[in-house]
């Protein structure tokens, strides 16, 4: 089936440090990626996307590249801001006619300043 | 602006009682999905439409039922609250099928069964 794995525990740093956080998945054919964050109290909105190997997606400083030999989709930070506290819930849909989201655990991430 | 709004946001009731949450959304998109979130599991599918009078079950659905008369709504029943079914429930929507294409998701509904 369709799943994806997410490193485990929060992740707790300070501010203008870089941030990774580990994506693999399993699935058949060719999903398409996804990183959404969550907000405190709000609902979860896109973050960035890939919906081929090789691509980079990128928004607000976070970027991810599709890698399909490792079936991976790691998010990266170059310098962390306390207003990117939130939590990062990686993403996949298997393809063509289903857009049904498998969601890994998610990552509560925190922000020291 | 469109936009995707659920109701209640916090909701507290007792075990056997009959719940629906509302889910709306202003976007005119045919997919519409219930998600339910829990520490440690992230969000799971409960039930998912492709469009007015289409439902279908996803991995969570036991003691769930969902209903589509319309585009823009997809209410979501429990039928007989257990204290199981107290979680965080996200609706989302979705314009496309194709790859690609990003959920949009409303501000969630906290459920509490005591």
């Not at chain 1, 976070?62 to 939590?87: I, N, P």
């Not at chain 1, 298997?94 to 989201?101: E, F, K, V």
């Not at chain 2, 202003?26 to 969000?43: A, C, E, P, S």
């Not at chain 2, 979680?87 to 929507?93: D, E, G, M, N, R």
Request: aromatic fraction near 12%.
């Amino acid at each position: 089936g369709n799943s994806v794995t997410q490193m485990e525990g929060p992740v707790t740093l300070s501010e203008e440090a870089f941030l990774t956080i580990n994506c693999t998945y399993t699935a058949t054919g060719y999903p398409s990626l996804f990183w959404y964050v969550q907000y405190p109290g709000e609902g979860l909105q896109l973050l960035l996307k890939a919906t081929k190997a090789d691509d980079k997606g990128s928004n607000k400083g976070f970027e991810a590249t599709y890698r399909k030999e490792t079936t991976s989709f790691h998010l990266e930070k170059g310098s962390v801001q306390v207003s990117d506290s939130a939590v990062y819930f990686c993403a996949l849909t298997p393809g063509y006619g289903n857009n049904r989201l498998a969601f890994g655990k998610g990552n509560q991430v925190v922000v020291i300043p | 602006d469109a936009e995707i709004t659920q109701s209640p946001r916090h909701k507290i009731t007792e075990t056997g009682r009959q719940v629906t949450l509302a889910c709306h959304q202003t976007w005119n998109h045919n997919n519409m999905f219930w998600y339910r979130q829990d520490l440690g599991h992230g969000l799971r599918l409960i039930h998912y439409s492709y469009g007015v009078q289409d439902t279908n079950k996803g991995e969570v659905s036991d003691g769930y039922s969902v209903s589509r008369s319309n585009t823009e709504d997809l209410p979501l029943t429990l039928e007989s609250a257990a204290s199981s079914q107290t979680s965080v429930y996200f609706c989302a929507s979705s314009e496309s099928l194709d790859r690609g294409y990003e959920q949009y998701f409303g501000p969630g509904t906290r459920l509490t069964v005591t």
